[in-house]
Structures are given as C-alpha cells and as structure tokens.
C-alpha cells in the first residue's frame, strides 16, 4: 500500500509530466474570495493550483455532469408534477362535495318567517363559531376529514395491508 505522502507525489508528477507542448496557457482574473479559497483547498490537498482549476474544469464541462444534472432535475419536475396533479385532483373533489352540500342544502331547507329570524341568526352565529372551533381542533389533532373516511370505508372484519408486509 502506498503512502498517502506517495500517491500525492504520483499525482502531482504525473499532472507535471504531461506534454508540456499539448497545453495552451490561460491567464484570468479571479475575484479575491475566490482565489483565497483555491490557494486554500490546493495547499490542504498539496496540489498545484493549476490542477485545481483544470479537475475542476473538466468536472464543470464534462457531459456526463450535464445529463446527471439534466436527468435529476426531469425527476423533481415529475415528482412535481405528480404532487400538483394530487394536490388538483384533491381540491375538485372538495369543491365538488362542497358545492353538493350547499345545493343540497338550499333545496331540503325552508325559508324562516320573519319572526324567528333574529334568533335564527343568532343561533347561526353560535353554531358557526362552535364549527370553527372544532375545525381548529381536528386541524391541530392532525386527522382529516379523507383519512377518517378512508377508515370507515375499509370493512370492519378486514384487515388493512400494509407495503411493509405487517397487518
């Protein structure tokens, strides 16, 4: 096994030792931070800067990296998708079960003579904030109204499977 002082004599010999001619010399300016941070990680590896910079090139221009990259983000974009397509999916069946409710509502509910109407509102307005009230509830107890129903619509004598194969 080499020692660590080798392998990095190696490297370094072998980067110095390439035909000089088949190089083109660049000269460019880098902002102070950055050029602290090169100095740095060079003299932590104890690598010339130049190699740095070149591995770091490379890395930066090869295809390869590029198709990774592409490819990773077509895969968030279609875990995206998925979820907005969810999250879509989800809000027409509320709207949907909500515009039922109403219109089923309205129809089997009679109009209030005037007589009543003051204690009618009244009793709405109670109504409403023990509704809010127990929505706050049920938002900070976590459950919703989809995870109850999926519940109640499992039959009582069958047991749920699970993907980790537990009952």
């Known amino acids: 096994?080499?020692?660590?002082?080798?392998?990095?004599?190696?490297l370094v010999t072998a980067w110095s030792s390439k035909d000089e001619a088949m190089r083109t010399k660049h000269t460019?300016?880098?902002?102070?931070?950055?050029?602290?941070?090169l100095a740095d990680y060079a003299s932590r590896k104890r690598v010339p800067q130049a190699l740095v910079v070149e591995t770091a090139l490379s890395s930066y221009?090869?295809?390869?990296?590029?198709?990774?990259m592409e490819a990773a983000l077509?895969?968030?974009?279609?875990?995206?998708?998925?979820?907005?397509?969810?999250?879509?999916?989800?809000?027409?069946?509320?709207?949907?079960?909500?515009?039922?409710?109403v219109r089923f509502w309205l129809t089997v509910t009679?109009?209030?003579p005037d007589t009543t109407l003051p204690a009618a509102q009244a009793k709405g307005r109670e109504r409403y904030e023990g509704f809010v009230e127990a929505l706050g509830r049920r938002l900070a107890k976590g459950q919703t109204l989809a995870q109850e129903i999926s519940q109640d619509m499992i039959p009582k004598g069958e047991k749920l499977d699970r993907a980790d194969g537990s009952s």
């Open 110 to 112: 009679p109009p209030l």
């Open 61 to 68: 221009l090869s295809p390869d990296n590029s198709e990774r």
């Open 74 to 101: 077509g895969r968030r974009l279609d875990r995206l998708t998925r979820q907005v397509e969810r999250l879509e999916r989800h809000v027409t069946i509320s709207n949907e079960a909500l515009a039922l409710f």
């Open 28 to 37: 460019f300016r880098l902002p102070p931070d950055l050029a602290g941070q």
């Open 1 to 10: 096994m080499l020692s660590r002082a080798r392998r990095r004599w190696i």
